[in-house]
């Protein structure tokens, strides 16, 4: 059965860092691509990054250069080190398996974590 | 970027009834790569459909999704009262990925 559990969630107050972190289990996560996809309280939900089989990591215009996604691939375990917290990134963040429908990086979410809290505030 | 514009933005509709739910892109979405989620509250998403019209697993078979180009439509049949709750459409065929902004489906 494919699990995600999210951990590392919590209040940080704005310009602090925080890591998350989405343990797999079910299938190997280094031979997937792996997503963060975030939810602000109350509205939808937002892409933020993705790493892929192979290595290579792309993220949303909002959090690019502030956020680094990476994998562990002996924890089969996914990461989102955040720096530069911005109230704007109060959300709850879902860790997410990125299935491939073309082999052409066209992909949507399969399973999905049950989300962590990140509340950015002084 | 592809901004997807879901309608209408809640639906009112009693347990039986059938919902139409739209979600209607800024530009076409190619291969009709067009995703649809389940949402309900204090939960994670839920994957419905893929490409379109294609159910994932595990979904029942009142759930169908239609269309291509820029419009696209999830269908629920006769609706049960778990089917109460937000979804989501998203594309996939160009990045960044996007989602739309959701439909509530609430009991009347």
């Given at each position: 059965?494919?699990?995600?559990?999210?951990?590392?969630g919590?209040?940080v107050q704005?310009?602090?860092?925080?890591?998350?972190s989405?343990?797999?289990?079910?299938?190997t996560?280094?031979t997937?691509?792996?997503?963060?996809?975030r939810q602000?309280?109350?509205?939808g939900?937002?892409?933020?990054s993705?790493?892929?089989?192979?290595?290579?990591?792309?993220?949303?215009?909002?959090?690019?250069?502030?956020?680094t996604i990476?994998r562990?691939?002996?924890?089969?375990?996914?990461?989102l080190?955040?720096?530069?917290?911005?109230?704007?990134?109060?959300?709850v963040?879902y860790?997410?398996?990125?299935?491939?429908?073309?082999?052409?990086y066209?992909y949507?979410?399969?399973?999905w974590?049950q989300?962590?809290?990140?509340t950015v505030?002084? | 970027?592809?901004v997807?514009t879901?309608?209408?933005?809640?639906?009112?509709?009693?347990?039986?009834?059938?919902a139409t739910?739209s979600?209607r892109?800024?530009q076409?979405?190619?291969?009709?790569?067009?995703?649809?989620y389940?949402?309900k509250?204090?939960?994670?998403p839920r994957?419905?459909?893929?490409?379109?019209?294609?159910?994932?697993t595990?979904?029942?078979?009142?759930?169908?999704?239609?269309g291509s180009?820029?419009d696209f439509?999830?269908?629920?049949s006769r609706?049960?009262?778990?089917?109460f709750?937000?979804?989501?459409?998203?594309q996939y065929?160009s990045s960044?990925k996007t989602?739309g902004?959701?439909?509530?489906l609430?009991?009347?």
């Amino acid at each position: 059965e494919v699990q995600l559990v999210e951990s590392g969630g919590g209040l940080v107050q704005p310009g602090g860092s925080l890591r998350l972190s989405c343990a797999a289990s079910g299938f190997t996560v280094s031979t997937n691509y792996m997503s963060w996809v975030r939810q602000a309280p109350g509205k939808g939900l937002e892409w933020v990054s993705i790493i892929y089989s192979g290595g290579s990591t792309y993220y949303a215009d909002s959090v690019k250069g502030r956020f680094t996604i990476s994998r562990d691939n002996s924890k089969n375990t996914l990461y989102l080190q955040m720096n530069s917290l911005r109230a704007e990134d109060t959300a709850v963040y879902y860790c997410a398996r990125a299935y491939d429908s073309s082999g052409y990086y066209d992909y949507y979410f399969d399973y999905w974590g049950q989300g962590t809290l990140v509340t950015v505030s002084s | 970027e592809i901004v997807l514009t879901q309608s209408p933005g809640t639906l009112s509709l009693s347990p039986g009834e059938r919902a139409t739910l739209s979600c209607r892109a800024s530009q076409s979405v190619s291969s009709s790569y067009l995703a649809w989620y389940q949402q309900k509250p204090g939960q994670a998403p839920r994957l419905l459909i893929y490409g379109a019209s294609s159910r994932a697993t595990g979904i029942p078979d009142r759930f169908s999704g239609s269309g291509s180009g820029t419009d696209f439509t999830l269908t629920i049949s006769r609706l049960e009262p778990e089917d109460f709750a937000v979804y989501y459409c998203q594309q996939y065929g160009s990045s960044p990925k996007t989602f739309g902004q959701g439909t509530k489906l609430e009991i009347k």
